[in-house]
């Protein structure tokens, strides 16, 4: 279970601190930490975020990517497991 990070609109809160986010990034931080333990799958993002009529894209990458630069510097990370999905750990474990 992740500890002291909860998203707010467009900001996660980290310890007492505010983070500020884009509006896709705090949906996504949210699905993720949604998810728990378990991987959540691109498609699965593109799914919840786009709906069912989504065409193929790097959103989601983009979105990860802008996502760890900010959390990492705050002992958070989401990792990538091949072909199941992502999911967030705190100081680095996985």
Do not use: F
Request: glycine share 10%; charged share 20%.
């Amino acid at each position: 279970m992740i500890t002291g990070l909860r998203t707010e609109t467009r900001a996660a809160m980290v310890g007492g601190a505010r983070l500020p986010l884009s509006p896709t990034e705090s949906k996504v931080l949210q699905l993720i930490i949604d998810a728990g333990e378990a991987p959540i799958s691109r498609a699965s993002l593109e799914e919840k975020l786009y709906g069912a009529n989504t065409c193929k894209s790097n959103t989601v990458e983009v979105t990860i990517c802008r996502l760890r630069q900010k959390l990492g510097q705050h002992g958070y990370r989401i990792n990538a497991t091949r072909n199941r999905g992502y999911t967030i750990s705190q100081d680095g474990a996985a």
